[in-house]
């Protein structure tokens, strides 16, 4: 059974950092593309990052370029996040999300973990 | 990169079928056949429904069927049960890949 378990959050002042992981289990992670997504409290989802089977290649939305760091570690089957610069606007629960391989260009997210949120405040 | 832009609510009666557009531009729904829809309960994570625009992962129903007309994708749904009550977003693949999400959909079932 496919398993997406994320991990990190917390309550985190202005300007600080916070490192969110995700736990992959049931499936061959080394072979697979994935994705950070976040939703602010009572909003839509917002694509954060992505990164790719070997982690060579890394995209990030306009709104955390800059500040958040996309990584794995296929040898612990764990994605990571690192997030600096923490502004108001980065509260949300973020998710890890694996693409369908079904999909032409593996680009829908079929699995998705539980969520962790992140609270930036003072 | 702006938001795909969706009705923010849509509803209809137990055995209706509704339609959720999804509008975008010519670097993203219009670019490529890769829109996607979910479906998300409160508290719950989204759960993917289409995908490639009109395909369906296994176990979802085939109440549930998209397509797309220029930098437009629809989800229709039929048939509308109560458990359909949800929020929907679409999402689509850009041309700067990246992806891009719908403010999302509230479904009420009446």
């Known amino acids: 059974e496919v398993q997406l378990v994320e991990s990190g959050g917390g309550l985190v002042q202005p300007g600080g950092s916070l490192r969110l992981s995700c736990a992959a289990s049931?499936?061959?992670?080394?072979?697979?593309?994935m994705n950070w997504v976040r939703q602010a409290p009572g909003k839509g989802l917002e694509w954060v990052s992505y990164?790719?089977?070997?982690?060579?290649?890394?995209f990030y939305a306009d709104s955390v370029k800059g500040r958040f760091t996309i990584s794995r570690d296929n040898s612990k089957n764990s994605l990571y996040l690192q997030m600096n610069s923490l502004r108001a606007e980065d509260t949300a629960v973020y998710y890890c999300?694996?693409?369908?391989?079904?999909?032409?260009?593996?680009?829908?997210?079929?699995?998705w973990g539980q969520g962790t949120l992140v609270t930036v405040s003072s | 990169q702006s938001a795909l832009t969706q009705p923010a609510s849509v509803s209809g009666s137990p055995g209706q079928s509704i339609t959720i557009s999804c509008t975008g531009t010519?670097?993203?729904?219009?670019?490529?056949?890769?829109v996607s829809w979910y479906q998300q309960h409160p508290g719950k994570a989204p759960q993917l429904m289409i995908y490639?625009?009109?395909k369906r992962p296994s176990g979802i129903s085939d109440r549930f069927s998209g397509s797309k007309s220029g930098n437009t994708a629809s989800l229709i749904i039929s048939g509308l049960q109560a458990e359909d009550e949800a929020d929907y977003y679409c999402?689509?693949?850009?041309?700067?890949?990246?992806?891009?999400f719908g403010g999302g959909t509230k479904l009420t079932v009446l």
């Open positions: 999300a694996r693409p369908n391989p079904n999909s032409g260009g593996w680009r829908a997210f079929d699995y």
């Open positions: 049931g499936f061959t992670f080394s072979n697979y593309e």
């Open positions: 990164i790719d089977s070997r982690g060579s290649t890394i």
């Open positions: 010519s670097s993203d729904v219009g670019a490529y056949n890769y």
């Open positions: 490639d625009v009109s």
């Open positions: 999402s689509s693949y850009t041309r700067s890949s990246t992806w891009v």
